[in-house]
């Protein structure tokens, strides 16, 4: 169904079904296609008493119930390069592009920084958001700034590396300014030549073996590393890592050490340590296992499934389950890496 507004095609109770890799059977109360600016600008002031939600590629998200207010896909595209030099390029992208398919553009080109960042779902506009990050490389790494649209009164805004307290899988954006901005475009730094690679997180070194290091053989042995360990969401409905790595300090990391000598930690920095979560749900004996229409994916154990006609309700009860396990365990609190609505 649909109804007119500033001739804006916008679309009452619609399916959000095709539009959340969990593949969840929800619907929102009215839905809109975001493809300029300006409509987006329109849109927002009709309905500025009205509760928004935007959306991406719906690859970081679990709905759990009907969807009240206005949805916003944000399908903003263009890729363009704003500045350049010898050594550098600053590349502009609009929110609704791509995330993979901007990494491989960036390598086709000879850009560096992102590579490592291959195969992780979702959108760019999305990225800013929990500060993405895979295999020793994070979105703040090449982060310039993002232009922004405020919900409420409309004004744009641009952020900078610094004004986005970026933190681990987190921003502003997260926290202290949950649902005020809404991310149209992204700058990112990247590298035309002496590229910094990093290969020494998880198995990259060992998957790219014999071959020229470089932005192309980085980016496949990651690829082939992600497909190997996350299931096709076109073929099992998840949205891959659901659980964020606990962060301890030294004290408690002996402590478990000592307890659990086998435990995978690896240090941040300082007094800072990150837990393996697949470690701990591992070793509680929830990989591969299955409960009525949702599992935790037998390659890794941070992936919750939905097997088949599975609520978002199921889905977070599974992730309940499997935090106060943790906890009771080990005496850590594992945070969802997921927006939970």
């Known amino acids: 169904m649909l109804n007119r507004n500033f ?11 095709k539009l959340n890799t969990f593949g969840l059977d929800v619907a929102s109360e009215s839905f809109f296609i ?33 969807l009240d207010g206005l949805c916003l896909k944000i399908d903003l595209k263009g890729i363009d390069i704003v500045e350049e030099n010898e050594k550098n390029v600053i590349v502009n992208v609009m929110a609704g592009e791509n995330w993979n398919d901007f990494v491989e553009w960036s390598v ?5 920084g992102i590579e490592n960042l291959s195969l992780i779902p979702g959108l760019v506009g999305a990225a800013p958001i929990q500060n993405i990050g895979a295999y020793g490389v994070e979105l703040k790494d090449v ?30 954006f997260k926290t202290t300014d949950k ?17 910094k690679y990093n290969i020494s997180y998880g198995t990259v070194k060992e998957e790219i073996g014999n071959r020229e290091i470089n932005l192309k053989s980085i980016s496949k042995a990651v690829i082939k590393i992600r497909k190997s360990k996350l299931p096709n969401t076109d073929l099992i409905g998840n949205c891959g890592s659901f ?20 435990i995978s930690v690896f240090k941040v920095k300082k007094n800072e340590y990150k837990v393996s979560a697949a470690w701990l749900i591992e070793f509680l004996k929830y990989k591969g296992k ?14 919750l499934v939905n097997l088949g006609g599975a ?16 906890y009771s365990t080990f005496k850590l609190s594992l945070q969802p890496e997921v927006e939970i609505l």
């Open 143 to 172: 982060f310039v700034s993002c232009n922004t649209i405020n919900i409420n009164d409309q004004t744009e805004k641009e952020f900078d590396e610094k004004s986005c307290l970026f933190g681990y899988r987190t921003s502003r």
């Open 7 to 17: 001739d804006l095609e916008i679309k009452s109770n619609h399916s959000l079904e």
């Open 34 to 66: 975001v493809k300029d600016l300006k409509d987006l600008r329109n849109i927002l002031l009709k309905n500025k008493n009205k509760k928004i939600t935007v959306l991406g590629g719906g690859s970081n998200i679990l709905f759990t119930k009907f």
């Open 311 to 326: 609520t978002g309700k199921e889905v977070l009860s599974l992730a309940n389950k499997i935090i106060s396990e943790v």
């Open 290 to 303: 299955s409960f009525g229409n949702v599992g935790v994916y037998k390659n890794q154990a941070l992936v």
């Open 243 to 262: 659980f964020k790595n606990p962060v301890i300090n030294e004290l408690k990391y002996l402590q478990l050490k000592k307890k659990f000598p086998s």
């Open 108 to 112: 086709n080109n000879g850009f560096g």
């Open 179 to 195: 649902n005020i901005y809404i991310i149209t475009s992204v700058k990112v730094r990247l590298t035309k030549e002496k590229h």
